[in-house]
């Protein structure tokens, strides 16, 4: 499985930015769909961004215009802007890896199968206050 370290994140105030990095171990990180999950205290962890191979990306509606997904295949990287933060936004964050081949022609769309079978980064912290 690729490994995954994760760098960024912190605290901001209302209407601030954070950028989240994501880097992955494996050569072959060009294979894989990756994307960003949140998880809020008391709250299930959510997908909330991804981006496939081809660059085609997703978002829920709640991030949409605000936050933006980025991927790097050279440097094997996988970043996450975040413009216009809210308390809403606060929350633990994590990037995950899902090899193509795993998704049995699915999208990269957040799914369950990434809780599956994915790769995890250690994950950070972003918090917002108001």
């Known amino acids: 499985q690729v490994r995954l370290v994760q760098s960024g994140g912190g605290s901001v105030q209302t209407g601030g930015s954070l950028r989240l990095s994501c880097t992955a171990s494996?050569?072959?990180?060009?294979?894989?769909?990756m994307g960003w999950f949140r998880q809020a205290p008391g709250k299930q962890r959510e997908g909330i961004a991804s981006?496939?191979?081809?660059?085609?990306?997703f978002y829920v509606e709640s991030i949409k215009g605000r936050f933006t997904i980025s991927r790097d295949l050279a440097k094997r990287t996988l970043e996450l802007q975040m413009d216009s933060l809210n308390p809403e936004d606060t929350a633990m964050y994590y990037c995950?890896?899902?090899?193509?081949?795993?998704?049995?022609?699915?999208?990269?769309?957040?799914?369950?199968?990434?809780?599956?079978?994915?790769?995890w980064g250690q994950g950070t912290q972003v918090t917002v206050s108001s």
């Open positions: 981006m496939a191979n081809d660059r085609t990306t």
């Open positions: 494996e050569s072959r990180y060009s294979s894989y769909c």
């Open positions: 995950a890896a899902v090899p193509t081949y795993r998704l049995n022609g699915e999208s990269c769309v957040p799914s369950k199968t990434y809780f599956a079978v994915g790769s």
